[in-house]
């Protein structure tokens, strides 16, 4: 009887350990499953941006003017009168310049732009992701102030077509966002390794002088995923340095990406929201064909002489714009209303922007006013 027991008890402990190792098996391969589930979800989910709770404010809502700019506002004075023709409930001010730069009495001729700048601002390349970055800071800056419903990005060379009443009605009767935006099937700037967070249908071009409505400058400050993707694989291709030689040629096969005309227009099409949008930008721009190291087209800039009231007339006048590679018309209205395409204009120089002054386009201006200016 007490041999039986033993053995018994011995087949009793080893179908237990064959159970325990039984066991242990199905649950290491239940977490290695979950694991791999786990891994491959977090890597083709759908980006969720977080969900933002709308903030009460008191009076008017107001559209947030946000200047990049290279160190100071060369165009001031003419910002400066256009600002005090507008109602200072109706708008706010926010300007990144160079890291350091400090906008006060010594730097700018209007006190509107006084400690207007951005406390974090980065050092920025044309044609590099930096610009785009630069973009964000200054949304994520007007943001704060729940009475910022519209976004105009500016640069240091616009100047306004009408004054701030126009402006103002213009921008803020319609629902949507002025964005210009197009297929880019020409250049080839779509890298394929961006696949497949940014597929290529989604891919867009576009100017980046935008103006945007609050949900939309929420998911451009929100978004990241689309960001990182532009800043590691959309880059301008070097230019050709002749004492690099035959390494020219392989730096000349490199994509040439650049990424502000293409990451506001991109993203909001990832985001299924261009239907959100009047597909133009607001902001005039005259392209000549020049030779440059890259053969490309490029932003004419307007002087004291070009800057005539007849060609000025000429822009207020342009009621549609062609996209070649969509054979769209883009007829430009504003909340079902059709207005005239342009309320800003670029690049004008310091001459051509005293010549609007001097003729009253935004206000009465004594040009007399410009001869004590600061350095």
């Known amino acids: 009887m007490a041999a039986r027991g033993i053995k018994r008890r011995h087949v009793t402990t080893t179908f237990s350990w064959k159970l325990l190792i039984l066991l242990s098996a199905s649950i290491s391969s239940v977490v290695v499953l979950l694991l791999f589930f786990t891994f491959h979800s977090a890597n083709n989910v759908t980006h969720k941006p977080p969900i933002r709770i709308p903030r009460v404010f008191d009076g008017p809502p107001k559209i947030a003017f946000l200047f990049l700019v290279r160190r ?22 926010f300007v990144h310049s160079m890291p350091g730069f400090v906008l006060d009495e010594s730097t700018t001729r209007s006190h509107f732009f006084y400690g207007r700048q951005l406390s974090n601002s980065i050092q920025v390349s044309w044609g590099e992701s930096t610009m785009i970055q630069a973009e964000r800071l200054l949304l994520e800056a007007a ?58 249908e989604k891919w867009r071009k576009g100017s980046q002088w935008i103006t945007l409505i609050r949900n939309h400058a929420e998911v451009i400050v929100d978004d990241d995923v689309t960001f990182p993707v ?35 227009q991109t993203l909001l099409a990832m985001r299924d929201l261009e239907g959100e949008l ?32 007849k060609r000025i007339k000429e822009m207020k006048d342009i009621r549609h714009v ?54």
């Open 278 to 309: 009047e597909r133009r930008t607001i902001t005039y721009t005259l392209w000549n064909q020049s030779k440059t190291e890259n053969k490309g087209w490029h932003p004419a800039t307007f002087s004291y002489a070009n800057a005539s009231p």
């Open 72 to 93: 100071n506002i060369p165009l001031d004075f003419l910002w400066g009168a256009f600002f005090q023709n507008g109602e200072v409930a109706k708008f706010s001010i």
């Open 143 to 200: 943001l704060e102030d729940p009475a910022n419903q519209r976004f105009v990005l500016l640069s240091d060379s616009c100047v306004p077509l009408y004054n701030f009443s126009y402006v103002y009605n213009y921008v803020m009767v319609s629902p949507k966002s002025f964005v210009d935006s197009f297929l880019d099937v020409k250049e080839g700037r779509y890298n394929p390794k961006m696949s497949p967070k940014i597929p290529r």
């Open 230 to 264: 532009f800043k590691k694989f959309c880059k301008r291709r070097p230019a050709i340095d002749t004492r690099k030689g035959k390494l020219n040629l392989k730096l000349q096969k490199q994509h040439n990406c650049i990424p502000d005309e293409h990451y506001v």
């Open 322 to 375: 062609y996209y070649e590679t969509e054979y769209r018309i883009e007829w430009c209205r504003t909340n079902s209303t059709f207005v005239p395409c342009f309320l800003f204009a670029r690049k004008f120089s310091q001459g051509a922007a005293m010549r609007l002054l001097s003729e009253g386009v935004v206000d009465h201006f004594e040009i007399s006013a410009l001869l004590d200016t600061p350095p």
